[in-house]
């Protein structure tokens, strides 16, 4: 079946240290996202990326960031300078058109211990 | 800026009652108009769609229709469900880019036996 993977679903982190969390799509999809969901708030954009190899700042962007060496993967990296981590982070998927659906993975659970 | 509004929650209701749950919209062109779903600790599924004014996306029960002239695409479902508590979240997609897709702060709802 069709779908986007991420992971680990849950995940710890000291602080100080960088977490890597990894979103993997065969939908064949150009345009990837990555998300970030706070405890009973809306999603807000933190990096997205129409093509392999670019990627573009969403609203949120400091102390991330991402590649994408191929286009099924778009792997999020949460760096020590991102000063609240704790979160939900979610990644999805879409042709990258105006209109289109974007499909979601199940998510990752990030804490900073 | 475009812009997505959506009642405020939590909302609770008893088995087999009526829902409505609002959404109202601001934008500058012709969106498309989405409303997901979150079930507890997962991502974010498509719920329902529609393309253009006076379109009727519907999906398991629910319903939602695109009115341009009161900018509004409200989601409605006769008869709720225990299983159908979640967070809805509406949001709207327009013009050329990609990126903007504009995600409303979701609605939280409980259905009680």
């Known amino acids: 079946d069709g779908g986007i993977t991420q992971s680990p679903k849950y995940l710890f982190r000291k602080e100080g240290q960088n977490v890597t969390l990894s979103c993997e799509q065969n939908?064949?999809?150009?345009?990837m996202y990555w998300y970030r969901q706070d405890p009973g708030q809306g999603l807000r954009l933190i990096y997205y990326s129409q093509i392999v190899n670019d990627f573009q700042k969403g609203d949120i962007a400091e102390g991330y960031s991402v590649s994408r060496e191929k286009k099924e993967s778009f792997p999020l990296t949460v760096t020590s300078a991102q000063k609240n981590p704790t979160a939900f982070y979610l990644c999805a998927s879409s042709r990258g058109e105006a209109g289109n659906t974007i499909y979601f993975g199940e998510g990752s659970w990030l804490t900073v211990v | 800026g475009n812009s997505v509004t959506q009642m405020e929650g939590p909302v609770t209701l008893s088995e087999e009652a009526f829902l409505t749950i609002n959404c109202t919209y601001t934008?500058?062109?012709?969106?498309?108009l989405f409303w997901y779903v979150q079930y507890p600790g997962e991502g974010l599924q498509l719920l329902l769609k529609?393309?253009?004014?006076?379109d009727k996306g519907s999906n398991k029960g629910f319903e939602a229709t695109y009115r341009k002239e009161t900018t509004s695409f409200h989601l409605e479902k006769g008869s709720v469900q225990v299983s159908d508590s979640a967070v809805y979240f509406c949001?709207?997609?327009?013009?050329?880019?990609?990126?903007?897709?504009?995600f409303g702060p979701g609605t939280s709802l409980s259905v009680i036996p």
């Open positions: 949001a709207l997609s327009e013009g050329t880019s990609y990126d903007k897709v504009i």
């Open positions: 939908l064949n999809h150009d345009a």
């Open positions: 934008a500058t062109g012709y969106p498309s």
């Open positions: 529609a393309t253009k004014a006076d």
